[in-house]
C-alpha cells in the first residue's frame, strides 16, 4: 500500500534554497566595506539552519552571535510584546547582518535592529530567507531577502510548528489539518539541474 500524501504543500525545493542563500552571501559580500569582517546576529531559534548555511556560502571572515526574542511566544499570532531571553554582544563599529528565518510582523526584527543601531555598528543589515509581507505591521528595512511568501503557514528549514518540521531541507505550506512530525516526508522534494 502506498503511503498517503503528506498534506503539506511545496513552495521552496531544497535546491532552490540552496540557490538562494549563495546569491544572498554574495549580496552581503558586495554590501560589506572592504577587509570588513562580517558579523551575522542570528535570531534563535527558526534563524539557525538559514544562519549555518549563510555561514559556509561566505568567503570572507565571519563572526557569529546570537539573540533569542520573539513577539510569539508560544502562539502563531504576535502578542505585539517583544520578549527578549538572549540578547547580542557589542558591534560597535562592526559591519553586522541580523539574519532570521522569516519576516512577518515586523515586530521582532524591528526591535533587534533598534538595539543593535543604538551600538552604532559601521553598517546594520537584515538578511530574511522568508518576507512575509501581508502581515506587517510595521516599517523594518530588509535589505537581503530569500523569498516572498503569501500569508500562510510555512514549516521547514528551521521553520516550525509547535517545535515540529524544523529538520525538513525544503520549505513548505502547512496545511489546515495540521499533520504530525511523522506524516511529512524527510527527503527533499529538489530541482535537480537548477542552479
Not at 568567503?59 to 511566544?73: A, I, K, L, N, Q
Not at 558591534?91 to 539574519?99: N, T
Not at 489546515?176 to 516526508?185: I, V
Request: hydrophobic content about 40%; aromatic content about 8%; some cysteine.
Amino acid at each position: 500500500m502506498a503511503p498517503a500524501a503528506a498534506p503539506h504543500t511545496l513552495l521552496f525545493s531544497a535546491d532552490q534554497i540552496r540557490y538562494r542563500v549563495r546569491e544572498i552571501a554574495t549580496a552581503i559580500e558586495n554590501d560589506a566595506p572592504p577587509g570588513e569582517t562580517v558579523h551575522l546576529v542570528g535570531v534563535l531559534t527558526g534563524g539557525f539552519v538559514f544562519l549555518a548555511d549563510l555561514v559556509r556560502a561566505l568567503s570572507r571572515p565571519v563572526t557569529v552571535d546570537f539573540v533569542r526574542c520573539s513577539s510569539y511566544g508560544n502562539r502563531t499570532v504576535t502578542s505585539g510584546e517583544v520578549l527578549w531571553s538572549l540578547v547580542p554582544r557589542d558591534v560597535h563599529g562592526r559591519y553586522v547582518v541580523v539574519v532570521d528565518d522569516i519576516v512577518d510582523s515586523g515586530l521582532t526584527l524591528r526591535a533587534i535592529r533598534n538595539h543593535l543601531e543604538d551600538q552604532q555598528p559601521v553598517r546594520l543589515r537584515a538578511a530574511c530567507l522568508l518576507d512575509k509581507p501581508a502581515r506587517r505591521r510595521c516599517h523594518v528595512p530588509v535589505e537581503f531577502v530569500g523569498f516572498s511568501v503569501d500569508d500562510v503557514f510555512v514549516v521547514g528549514y528551521g521553520l516550525d510548528h509547535a517545535e515540529q518540521y524544523r529538520h525538513l531541507p525544503y520549505i513548505a505550506r502547512l496545511d489546515d489539518n495540521q499533520p504530525t512530525a511523522g506524516d511529512l516526508p524527510t527527503d527533499a522534494a529538489t530541482d535537480r539541474g537548477q542552479n
